[in-house]
């Protein structure tokens, strides 16, 4: 069994998925984002004994689940009831933490996935979503929002909204496939070469909320600003909310941001871009702008170092695409 899953992208509103904000915020939060062409791949096998192989970027071998130093993992074995007997491996297209594209999200959807359809339960992607927000949330207790488990299980361009009593709706965005291409050649996903861990940057987001109401409000307007710019398919206005919402997002906490990053994006800035943002918490991972082939090319020469990604949709949910059963 392989499960496939996209990573995610936002454009505006993130921040107001936390649930110290959406919680006390009488229209809840919203984000505007989309899943990414690059993939988290999972495979679950039978295993010969009753043991247990997970192979990532470690390997641990265990006779009992709850020996398993992967919180992810074996949570996920526990809410599906795969608890034994089975080879788990993941996989990631792109470095696949603190890159602020909901990799660990990711990960717990398509976990979840593989290990529903291993048993051959049927499980939607919301439900999927809402299992890894258990699972990330309430059991593990991560200070994170619920955007990154429903960007990454849904596929497509969605506005995802976060209503006070923790529900979630996901409305798909009708864009027109010559927006779609055009994303593809005007938004450009730029690696800072630095990784970090969320946790501490969301935590102290979150215990800021009281401060920062203001501002997050702002940025769910901006969601919504950025909703209305996809389907009209004005991306270079797109771009500049992008610019306006990183001046937002970088007043929520002293680690949004550092000297490098900085210094990065103003380079992306001189070279042209519109706007951009970094992607995620703060701390590292890409950043997204806005600009031309052209400007795509002047950056690349100006930051030889810097790894760059075109922005590609990925327009299927989390699904199954290797099911060894249907072979037998």
């Known amino acids: 069994m392989i499960s496939r899953t996209p990573l995610r992208v936002s454009f505006c509103g993130g921040g107001s998925d936390l649930p110290a904000f959406?919680?006390?915020?009488?229209?809840?939060?919203?984000?505007?984002?989309?899943?990414?062409?690059?993939?988290?791949?999972?495979?679950?096998?039978?295993?010969?004994?009753?043991?247990?192989?997970?192979?990532?970027?470690?390997?641990?071998?265990v006779d009992d689940f709850e020996e398993l130093q992967h919180e992810l993992v074996r949570e996920a074995m526990r809410i599906t009831g795969v608890t034994s007997g089975v080879e788990i491996t993941t996989i990631a297209d792109i470095p696949s933490r603190g890159t602020g594209l909901g990799s660990s999200s990711a990960v717990t959807v398509g976990l979840l996935s593989a290990l529903h359809s291993f048993v051959g339960n049927q499980v939607s992607p919301e439900e999927l979503a809402e299992q890894a927000c258990k699972i990330e949330i309430d059991v593990l207790g991560q200070p994170i929002g619920r955007q990154d488990q429903y960007g990454c299980a849904m596929g497509g361009i969605?506005?995802?909204?976060?209503?006070?009593?923790?529900?979630?709706?996901?409305?798909?965005?009708?864009?027109?496939?010559?927006?779609?291409?055009?994303?593809?050649?005007?938004?450009?996903?730029?690696?800072?070469?630095l990784t970090r861990s969320a946790d501490s940057v969301l935590k102290e987001q979150s215990e800021s909320t009281s401060e920062n109401t203001s501002q997050l409000q702002l940025m769910c307007a901006q969601a919504k600003t950025a909703k209305a710019l996809l389907q009209s398919g004005d991306l270079e206005g797109l771009g500049k909310l992008l610019h306006e919402g990183w001046l937002l997002k970088k007043q929520l906490s002293s680690?949004?941001?550092?000297?490098?990053?900085?210094?990065?994006?103003?380079?992306?800035?001189?070279?042209?871009?519109?706007?951009?943002?970094?992607?995620?918490?703060?701390?590292?991972?890409?950043?997204?702008?806005?600009?031309?082939?052209?400007?795509?090319?002047?950056?690349?020469?100006?930051l030889p170092n810097n790894q760059m990604l075109p922005l590609k949709v990925e327009k299927n949910a989390t699904r199954i695409i290797f099911d060894s059963s249907n072979l037998e």
Do not use: W
């Open 255 to 302: 680690s949004v941001s550092i000297p490098e990053i900085d210094s990065l994006y103003q380079t992306i800035l001189d070279c042209g871009a519109t706007g951009g943002k970094l992607l995620g918490a703060g701390g590292g991972g890409f950043i997204l702008f806005h600009g031309s082939l052209d400007v795509r090319q002047r950056i690349a020469e100006a």
């Open 158 to 193: 969605n506005h995802i909204k976060f209503l006070p009593d923790d529900s979630v709706e996901v409305e798909a965005l009708e864009i027109s496939e010559d927006t779609i291409n055009k994303m593809e050649d005007e938004f450009t996903l730029l690696y800072t070469g």
């Open 22 to 61: 959406y919680r006390q915020s009488p229209e809840g939060g919203c984000v505007t984002s989309l899943s990414l062409a690059a993939h988290i791949h999972v495979s679950v096998n039978k295993r010969f004994g009753d043991d247990i192989r997970l192979s990532y970027s470690k390997t641990e071998i």
